[in-house]
């Protein structure tokens, strides 16, 4: 191809940089040289413009661009494919899950576990100042911890038969303290716990108690399943869904969580991705009292389950017996 007199190698002319021009301006040197250098434009697989020229600086200034092109597309392919991982993400939920838990709310309906009775919400004085129902129903849930419903129940009458305030519990010395409510689980701890609480609650609260989670968990002996139902049931307001150790097994047991987890915690935040947050409130008590009925920790009851046929755990314990036990020994598995 004949070079024009006018160009110098490895210099870009300002009428080059202009690219071909269209009738009406440019007829000259701006259209010659253009056509004459060849500058082709023609569409790159990223939707970039790739030109060929002779010029050394108009190649760099071309490769600049089109790797620039490059970059750019290349990093909004990522943020797509991550959009797309994460709608995925939030869309996944269990298969059949919602007939699942209607079949947990059927067998539930008479309300008859012991959660039911005597659980934490029946373990206050409905008819006291808000401030000493809320502290009640802080330390009934700080005595439930690895404790039977009836255990915390007795506990919680024998408080409240010697005054159960602030006021009194910092006045008790720990061994009556102690006395009052033994047996629950690791109670020499929770004296402990309980005086340092309250002395809390007295010094920065006023005698009340926290109305946030994330203060309710920097008291001593309060975990989360804790603070989630502390909120629900002293200030009315569902903050997080309370898994205890029912919820945990019951939860993994039906596949309701995308991989199986190892702590309360962790099941609470895997439930929390996909589950509608209006079911928050009703899924720990229909879930305890599941588990205190029928989804045992030690041979479930899965024969008399309605989820029976739905439930991975059920298929795998179905036909399972006992040999040191007689057939029809009520402890055998599923029965």
């Avoid at 191809?1 to 009406?24: D, I, K, N, Q």
């Avoid at 290349?74 to 869309?91: G, P, R």
């Avoid at 059949?96 to 309906?109: A, C, Y």
């Avoid at 305890?288 to 389950?305: A, E, H, M, T, W």
Wanted: proline content about 6%; aromatic content about 6%.
């Amino acid at each position: 191809m004949a070079v024009s007199p006018y160009f110098a190698p490895g210099v870009l002319t300002r009428s080059m940089g202009r690219g071909p021009s269209w009738p009406g301006r440019g007829k000259d040197r701006g259209f010659r040289l253009g056509r004459n250098l060849n500058r082709l434009a023609q569409p790159g697989p990223d939707n970039c413009r790739d030109y060929e020229t002779d010029g050394t600086a108009a190649e760099s200034q071309v490769t600049q661009s089109v790797l620039k092109c490059k970059r750019k597309n290349k990093k909004k392919s990522v943020s797509n494919s991550q959009q797309v991982s994460l709608e995925a993400k939030a869309e996944w939920e269990p298969e059949r899950w919602s007939e699942q838990l209607n079949n947990i709310r059927e067998m539930r309906k008479d309300r008859n576990a012991p959660v039911d009775h005597m659980g934490a919400e029946h373990c206050f004085d409905k008819t006291a100042a808000p401030e000493v129902m809320r502290y009640q129903v802080l330390l009934s849930l700080m005595l439930s911890s690895q404790t039977k419903d009836q255990v915390t129940f007795a506990a919680m009458k024998q408080l409240r038969e010697h005054g159960l305030t602030v006021e009194n519990i910092l006045k008790m010395d720990d061994k009556t303290l102690g006395q009052l409510i033994h047996p629950v689980g690791f109670w020499r701890s929770k004296v402990r716990y309980i005086k340092q609480t309250t002395a809390i609650l007295k010094e920065r609260y006023g005698g009340d108690i926290p109305n946030t989670v994330s203060e309710l968990l920097h008291l001593p002996g309060v975990g989360p399943k804790m603070a989630h139902l502390i909120m629900k049931l002293a200030w009315d307001h569902v903050s997080g869904i309370c898994v205890d150790t029912h919820v945990h097994r019951i939860a993994n047991r039906l596949q309701w969580l995308g991989k199986e987890t190892k702590t309360p915690e962790k099941t609470r935040l895997a439930l929390e991705e996909w589950m509608p947050r209006e079911l928050w409130s009703e899924t720990n008590w229909l879930l305890v009292g599941f588990g205190q009925q029928i989804c045992l920790p030690v041979n479930p009851r899965c024969s008399g389950c309605l989820n029976r046929d739905i439930c991975p755990a059920a298929k795998n314990n179905l036909g399972k017996t006992n040999r040191r036990l007689s057939p029809n020994s009520p402890q055998q598995p599923c029965q």
